[in-house]
């Protein structure tokens, strides 16, 4: 369970500023979904969540402890991409394993988590392939498994399925849907560029405009009322 808040946040790379004072509080066990055009500082947002780079200024708190400084392994925080970054020379088992070992887990432990994941996300007939032996499905299924393992507190998605085809996208985020509803004390938050995934996954939407929070509300609230044509440009409302 992680209550974030992120109060005037601003990040700058050399002279060009990215993130230009971003105010927002995301709830304990919230689905929060993050859409943008493309450069308005989307992934640079969650890549300061997860403590990939450093805040220029202001504040984030977990919970209300200060994390601006604390170490990525120690945020509770598990983060997946786009591509899945598997490693090719282990079975899938392996790679779900992989960061318990590194965290000293016991065998039984991770076994129990990782079976577990893999009943969750419907790949444990999967087990001891290799990435190469699954579709790209699967193989982002693994990389979300991957996460759960962990049993994180904030899971921290950018733009996960954007690599997929559109059945399979769908399919997948049904499955993402149904992992927030199994783990539902985690907080997650939700890069994607498509509006559908938008508007069925998120419990609220923040539209990001240029390093900058433009509205923030659920699906219905952005859907009939929103605060510009930016917004409904985003959102696929009339107004
Ligand atoms: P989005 O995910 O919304 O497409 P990003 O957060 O990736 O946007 O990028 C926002 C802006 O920050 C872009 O203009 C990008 O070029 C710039 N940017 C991102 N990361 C870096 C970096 N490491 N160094 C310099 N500029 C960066
Ligand atoms: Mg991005």
Same mark, same amino acid.
């Given at each position: 369970?992680?209550?974030?808040?992120?109060?005037?946040? @601003?990040?700058?790379?050399?002279?060009?500023?990215?993130? @230009?004072?971003?105010?927002?509080?995301?709830?304990?066990?919230?689905?929060?979904?993050?859409?943008?055009?493309?450069?308005?500082?989307?992934?640079?947002?969650?890549?300061?969540?997860?403590?990939?780079?450093?805040?220029? *200024?202001?504040?984030?708190?977990?919970?209300?402890?200060?994390?601006?400084?604390?170490?990525?392994?120690?945020?509770?925080? #598990?983060?997946?991409?786009?591509?899945?970054a598997l490693y090719p020379h282990m079975t899938v088992y392996e790679n779900m394993a992989f960061g318990l070992e590194l965290a000293k887990s016991s065998k039984e432990t991770i076994k129990e988590r990782v079976e577990k994941a893999a009943e969750l996300l419907q790949i444990t007939p999967y087990l001891s392939r290799l990435p190469k032996q699954l579709s790209g499905g699967q193989r982002q299924r693994v990389a979300i498994g991957r #996460?759960?393992?962990?049993?994180? @507190?904030?899971?921290?998605?950018?733009?996960?399925?954007?690599?997929?085809?559109?059945?399979?996208?769908?399919?997948?985020?049904?499955?993402? #849907? @149904?992992?927030?509803? #199994?783990?539902? *004390?985690?907080?997650?938050?939700?890069?994607?560029h498509d509006q559908v995934e938008a508007m069925t996954l998120a419990d609220r939407i923040c539209v990001l405009r240029d390093g900058l929070v433009e509205q923030v509300g659920t699906p219905l609230e952005l859907y009939e009322n929103p605060q510009s044509l930016f917004v409904a440009g985003f959102i696929g409302s009339p107004k």
């Amino acid at each position: 369970m992680a209550h974030i808040e992120l109060k005037n946040i @601003k990040k700058s790379f050399g002279l060009v500023d990215v993130i @230009k004072g971003v105010d927002l509080e995301i709830f304990s066990g919230e689905f929060m979904v993050f859409v943008g055009p493309s450069g308005c500082g989307k992934s640079t947002l969650l890549r300061l969540m997860a403590g990939l780079e450093d805040i220029t *200024s202001g504040e984030m708190t977990f919970d209300g402890t200060l994390v601006n400084a604390l170490a990525p392994s120690k945020r509770g925080i #598990a983060m997946v991409f786009q591509s899945y970054a598997l490693y090719p020379h282990m079975t899938v088992y392996e790679n779900m394993a992989f960061g318990l070992e590194l965290a000293k887990s016991s065998k039984e432990t991770i076994k129990e988590r990782v079976e577990k994941a893999a009943e969750l996300l419907q790949i444990t007939p999967y087990l001891s392939r290799l990435p190469k032996q699954l579709s790209g499905g699967q193989r982002q299924r693994v990389a979300i498994g991957r #996460a759960i393992v962990r049993d994180p @507190k904030v899971f921290l998605f950018d733009e996960p399925l954007s690599n997929l085809d559109a059945a399979l996208r769908v399919a997948t985020r049904l499955e993402i #849907a @149904k992992l927030h509803h #199994a783990m539902n *004390s985690a907080t997650m938050v939700y890069v994607t560029h498509d509006q559908v995934e938008a508007m069925t996954l998120a419990d609220r939407i923040c539209v990001l405009r240029d390093g900058l929070v433009e509205q923030v509300g659920t699906p219905l609230e952005l859907y009939e009322n929103p605060q510009s044509l930016f917004v409904a440009g985003f959102i696929g409302s009339p107004k």
